[in-house]
């Protein structure tokens, strides 16, 4: 299956922000950003944040920004683990599933949502029009439609040519983690590489500090490539794959979502830091959690993105090969690697 993403390692000003995806090395040293600033997962962040920032360079709303942003990737047609040219479950089906976050703890999600574009756009409508935090498959594509989303065709010509070239040796079957091949989803027919990776499933999850100094989130994606249909991750999962706090900052994961369930990852990281740990620590903490409890997780990938409300920013994954980009007032591309554990 196609790589599709170079990865392009731009360093933030000073020399303490020196980065490296070698486990050998030290993890990277926290960024301090100035505020506004916004942070978030995978290269394709870089874009997304650019969307961003125009809300925020403008005095803008850190919720504004992020939905802005997540916007981004979600319309890629050359995304094929976010938004409209997701990848589809192993019954073609191109699922969705967003959450959004803001600085007076109000949430909404979506998961399991079909033929919608916009799922972090209908996750907001859900928090700000209805009394739920969370709208689920036929559910939430209704109540997108009743919003005014239009109701499309997501699947398109690139990503049903992977699927049917996936079911012309795939078995037809979900499989043990242990097996070798795809995780979960039936055999070795598509080498999408590390589970959760950079080339196999990607979550774009965002943080931003405004102006103000209030901080929100948002998190979408398509999930994992020929998944079983109606499987959800972490990313709609407050507490799972996002979760802000504005007395104390922000998380975000990527990778493979139940391994972030079972540890409420992204709440975890929030926590920790509010007992005094710096986002790189905290993240590097519910990582090594990860690891304690399900030692096989070291052949899966997941990492955290975390940023407190002093602008210090922490990112760690399982294994090397993890990105994240930053954002701020004197740079709107940098891009550094995560360290990692194994």
Known sequence: MIDRRGFMMASLAGPALAATASPALAAPAPAALTLPCVISTWDFGIAANQAAWAVLSKGGRALDAVEAGARIPEADLKNHSVGRAGYPDR????????????EKGNCGAVAGMEHIAHPISVARR????????LLVGDGATQFAMEQGFPHETLLNAES???????LKTAKYRPVANSEVGTYGHGGAAAPLGVPGGKSNH???????LDAHGDISGACTTSGMAWKLHGRVGDSPIIGAGLYVDNEVGGATSTGVGEEVIRNCGSFLVVELMRQGRSPQAACEEAVGRILKRKPDAKDLQVGFLAINKRGEVGAWAIQSGFSYALCDGHKQDGLLASGSAT
């Open 160 to 166: 049903e040519a992977a699927w049917r070239e996936w």
């Open 202 to 208: 990607d979550t774009i999850g965002m943080l931003a």
């Open 91 to 102: 019954d073609g089906h191109v699922t969705l599933d967003a959450s959004i976050m803001d």
């Open 126 to 133: 859900v928090m700000e029009r209805t009394p739920h935090v």
